[in-house]
C-alpha cells in the first residue's frame, strides 16, 4: 500500500514538474516579445504607404500602417512578419533584432501596366490610377455625386458600382496613395538627406533610422525657419546618438 502511493506522490510530483517547466518557458518566450517599430516605403520611391497590414505570423496579432507609413507590432526575436497591401506584391520578413525596420514594397502587375520611370511617385499613382479607371469605367474617382441617384438623368447603377465595388475601391487607395506621396515629396523639399547631413555630422548608414523617427509632420516645417529646422535637427541627432549608444 506505502509503495502504491509512493508511486502515486511521483506521478504527481512528476506532472505538478512538467507544467512548472511549461508554465515557465511560456513565460519566458512571452517575456521575450518586445515592441517593433517600422516604415513601409513604396520600393524605389521615398512615398511612405499607409494602411499596409503587417501580420505577426506566430501571434496572429496585426496592425496597419498609419499616414506615414509607420507601425508597431509586438514581436519576438525569429518571428516571421507577413506585409500586404492592394496594388503591391505581399512579402514576408523575418524578425532578427529590434531595431527600426524599414520594409520596401513593389507596386503588382495586376494593373494595366504603367511605366515607373524618374517621375515623381506621386505623379506615378495618379497615372495608375487613370489607366486603371480608364479601364475599369470608373469615372468619378470612386466617388460618385448623389445627383446620379436622381430618377431624372442620373444613373443609380453607376453610382453603386464606384461607391461599393472593388474598382470604385481601388480607384480610391490608388489616389490616397497619390495624395500621401505628394505630401511626402513636399517633407523631403524641408527634410531630406542632403540637408540632415548638412547640419549634423550622421552616418549615411543611419540616415533611414533617423529620418523614421525624427522626421516633423509638415504643418511644423512650413512655419519654421532655416534656423528653426536646424536647430530641431541637431537636437534630435544629439538624442539619436545618446539612445543608439551600446
Given at each position: 500500500?506505502?509503495?502504491?502511493?509512493?508511486?502515486?506522490?511521483?506521478?504527481?510530483?512528476?506532472?505538478?514538474?512538467?507544467v512548472?517547466m511549461?508554465?515557465?518557458?511560456?513565460?519566458s518566450?512571452?517575456?521575450?516579445?518586445?515592441?517593433?517599430?517600422?516604415?513601409?516605403?513604396?520600393?524605389?520611391?521615398?512615398?511612405?504607404?499607409?494602411?499596409?497590414?503587417?501580420?505577426?505570423?506566430?501571434s496572429?496579432?496585426?496592425?496597419?500602417?498609419d499616414?506615414?507609413?509607420?507601425?508597431?507590432?509586438?514581436?519576438?526575436?525569429?518571428?516571421?512578419?507577413?506585409?500586404?497591401?492592394?496594388?503591391?506584391?505581399?512579402?514576408?520578413?523575418?524578425?532578427?533584432?529590434?531595431?527600426?525596420?524599414?520594409?520596401r514594397?513593389?507596386?503588382?502587375?495586376?494593373?494595366?501596366?504603367?511605366?515607373?520611370?524618374?517621375?515623381l511617385?506621386?505623379?506615378?499613382?495618379?497615372?495608375?490610377?487613370?489607366?486603371?479607371?480608364?479601364?475599369?469605367?470608373?469615372?468619378?474617382?470612386?466617388?460618385p455625386?448623389?445627383?446620379?441617384?436622381?430618377?431624372?438623368?442620373?444613373?443609380?447603377?453607376?453610382?453603386?458600382?464606384?461607391?461599393?465595388?472593388?474598382?470604385?475601391?481601388?480607384v480610391?487607395?490608388?489616389?490616397?496613395?497619390?495624395?500621401?506621396?505628394?505630401?511626402?515629396?513636399?517633407?523631403?523639399?524641408?527634410?531630406?538627406?542632403?540637408?540632415?547631413?548638412?547640419?549634423?555630422?550622421?552616418?549615411?548608414?543611419?540616415?533611414?533610422?533617423?529620418?523614421?523617427?525624427?522626421t516633423?509632420?509638415?504643418d511644423?516645417?512650413?512655419?519654421?525657419?532655416?534656423?528653426?529646422?536646424?536647430?530641431?535637427?541637431?537636437?534630435?541627432?544629439?538624442?539619436?546618438?545618446?539612445?543608439?549608444?551600446?
Open positions: 500500500m506505502i509503495g502504491i502511493l509512493l508511486k502515486m506522490n511521483l506521478t504527481f510530483a512528476l506532472r505538478i514538474i512538467v512548472l511549461f508554465v515557465a518557458i511560456s513565460s518566450m512571452a517575456q521575450t516579445a518586445k515592441p517593433l517599430r517600422g516604415a513601409i516605403l513604396q520600393d524605389g520611391t521615398k512615398a511612405r504607404i499607409e494602411q499596409v497590414e503587417v501580420r505577426n505570423q506566430r496572429g496579432q496585426m496592425v496597419y500602417s499616414k506615414l507609413g509607420l507601425f508597431e507590432l509586438a514581436c519576438n526575436i525569429g518571428d516571421t512578419l507577413e506585409i500586404q497591401r492592394i496594388g503591391y506584391q505581399s512579402m514576408k520578413t523575418r524578425v532578427q533584432s529590434f531595431t527600426n525596420m524599414v520594409i514594397l513593389k507596386l503588382t502587375n495586376q494593373l494595366k501596366e504603367v511605366a515607373i520611370t524618374s517621375k511617385a506621386s505623379q506615378n499613382f495618379r497615372e495608375i490610377s487613370n489607366a486603371y479607371s480608364k479601364e475599369k469605367g470608373v469615372f468619378y474617382g470612386g466617388k455625386p448623389i445627383g446620379l441617384l436622381s430618377p431624372f438623368g442620373g444613373s443609380p447603377i453607376t453610382f453603386f458600382y464606384e461607391l461599393l465595388g472593388k474598382d470604385g475601391r481601388r480610391r487607395r490608388l489616389n490616397q496613395l497619390a495624395k500621401q506621396a505628394a505630401k511626402a515629396e513636399e517633407i523631403d523639399r524641408y527634410f531630406n538627406d542632403l540637408i540632415i547631413q548638412q547640419t549634423v555630422p550622421i552616418d549615411s548608414a543611419q540616415l533611414e533610422a533617423f529620418k523614421l523617427k525624427y516633423p509632420k509638415l511644423k516645417l512650413k512655419k519654421w525657419s532655416e534656423y528653426d529646422r536646424a536647430n530641431y535637427i541637431k537636437s534630435s541627432f544629439e538624442e539619436f546618438k545618446k539612445s543608439n549608444q551600446p
